[in-house]
């Protein structure tokens, strides 16, 4: 009965390589997001699709693509990883608010640690 | 973008004292959630308020939307309190659910 899954759960690669985290939730949201944690723990938002739309693009760098196949799901590819990229990655859900108003609660998933060496 | 800022960075308690977390904001917001990072990383929202005051068991909190704050109480802690609590707002104008995080307050129950 998780309501927002992410897989794998820990990623331990080499530089250079392409790697992706997966994210679905149960929760019938129609909004999904993608934020890093760095290692000082500061969390940023990366991303976010509302039914399967990209809403919110933030700065980071194009080796970084989201991919909503469907509203439940939102996957995140890296290509060419770096270290920098190490970090915890965590995908997050919401109810689409109605019109005019802010959308609600986000839930996050259990997050991804990425280790690049 | 808004600043949010959270104070105080870290604050170590005995178990059953009481504290006080506050997090300011530089603009006015429609969207503001408290989380709870636990020590296995684990996200999870404690309050939805933009405005107001909750109580959900021992934990409660206002938020002063006029005067861009917002408190967050924790009553009796205990060890299970341990772990990062974060303000993450949303500014009004800004993207629908773009929620801008402060540095957290990392705290510590001792038993």
């Known amino acids: 009965d998780t309501a927002v899954s992410q897989t794998p759960k820990y990623l331990v690669t080499q530089m250079g390589n392409d790697k992706s985290i997966k994210c679905e939730q149960n929760?019938?949201?129609?909004?999904m997001y993608w934020y890093k944690q760095d290692s000082k723990k500061f969390l940023k938002i990366m991303f976010s699709y509302n039914n399967k739309e990209l809403i919110i693009n933030e700065t980071v760098p194009n080796r970084f693509s989201p991919k909503s196949p469907d509203k439940a799901h939102l996957n995140l590819h890296i290509n060419s990883l770096e270290l920098g990229d190490s970090a915890v990655y965590f995908c997050a859900s919401s109810q689409d608010g109605t019109s005019g108003r802010a959308k609600e609660t986000q839930y996050f998933g259990p997050g991804t640690r990425l280790l690049v060496l | 973008g808004i600043q949010v800022e959270q104070s105080p960075p870290d604050l170590i308690l005995q178990e059953g004292a009481n504290s006080t977390l506050r997090c300011n904001f530089s603009d006015s917001v429609n969207n503001l959630q408290w989380f709870h990072q636990n020590p296995w990383g684990q996200l999870i929202n404690l309050f939805y308020?933009?405005?107001g005051t909750k109580q959900n068991g021992r934990l409660s909190a206002t938020t002063v939307a006029t005067e861009r704050y917002s408190l967050l109480y924790i009553s009796s802690s205990q060890t299970t309190d341990s772990g990062v609590y974060f303000c993450a707002v949303q500014n009004r104008g800004s993207t629908l659910g773009r929620l801008y995080f402060g540095r957290g307050t990392q705290l510590t129950v001792w038993p």
């Open positions: 308020i933009p405005s």
């Open positions: 929760l019938g949201h129609d909004t």
